[in-house]
T-cell receptor
Framework: DAKTTQPTSMDCAEGRAANLPCNHSTISGNEYVYWYRQIHSQGPQYIIHGLKNNETNEMASLIITEDRKSSTLILPHATLRDTAVYYCIVLNAGNNRKLIWGLGTSLAVNP | GAGVSQSPRYKVTKRGQDVALRCDPISGHVSLYWYRQALGQGPEFLTYFNYEAQQDKSGLPNDRFSAERPEGSISTLTIQRTEQRDSAMYRC????????????FGPGTRLTVL
């Protein structure tokens, strides 16, 4: 499974867009990019995933570069409740479905 | 509908005792996953099941750890002869079992071995 690289921490002002980058330069053709977040010690929460097209749902947007070597998670209007650790994970679409987690990005949304 | 549930939410045990952690997946979910999470770290894969079949147990740290899902629904993770290093949050997730589908996590069981 491809590895991912994320900044350790980021800050964002409340109401602004939070743009969280992720590098996955060794991603292969059948690997998806998944984003989860974890608030305090709660269970990880699914946010969004994509293969090569940009994706949007009620929580966020996912922008994947054309070469698929990096992606950006966008929270369009960050709130204090979005303060969490955000994990970018590359998942093979085959039978091996275990998620390999890194250290993620600790996002602090400030008032 | 109901999400993934885990019990107990907290377990304190003495070194050397056996513990059993239970996971009840989302109804209809074929796949079930166990992860372990140390403080300040991302979850670490332990094992997963499709229906009752254990598909991958490569993450189980040693033979004191075992898991079963006999009827393809509820799963139990058992740790025998617990050690202090086993203290962690144990998380369960489930999914529909399709390729690259989303895993939904439960609240976890916090295990403390004294």
């Amino acid at each position: 499974d491809a590895k991912t690289t994320q900044p350790t921490s980021m800050d964002c002002a409340e109401g602004r867009a939070a743009n969280l980058p992720c590098n996955h330069s060794t991603i292969s053709g059948n690997e998806y990019v998944y984003w989860y977040r974890q608030i305090h010690s709660q269970g990880p929460q699914y946010i969004i995933h994509g293969l090569k097209n940009n994706e949007t749902n009620e929580m966020a947007s996912l922008i994947i570069t054309e070469d698929r070597k990096s992606s950006t998670l966008i929270l369009p209007h960050a709130t204090l409740r979005d303060t969490a650790v955000y994990y970018c994970i590359v998942l093979n679409a085959g039978n091996n479905r275990k998620l390999i987690w890194g250290l993620g990005t600790s996002l602090a949304v400030n008032p | 509908g109901a999400g993934v549930s885990q019990s107990p939410r907290y377990k304190v045990t003495k070194r050397g005792q056996d513990v059993a952690l239970r996971c009840d997946p989302i109804s209809g979910h074929v796949s079930l996953y166990w992860y372990r999470q140390a403080l300040g770290q991302g979850p670490e894969f332990l094992t997963y099941f499709n229906y009752e079949a254990q598909q991958d147990k490569s993450g189980l740290p040693n033979d004191r750890f075992s898991a079963e899902r006999p009827e393809g629904s509820i799963s139990t993770l058992t740790i025998q002869r617990t050690e202090q290093r086993d203290s962690a949050m144990y998380r369960c997730a489930s999914s529909f079992g399709r390729a690259a589908d989303t895993q939904y996590f439960g609240p976890g069981t916090r295990l403390t071995v004294l």
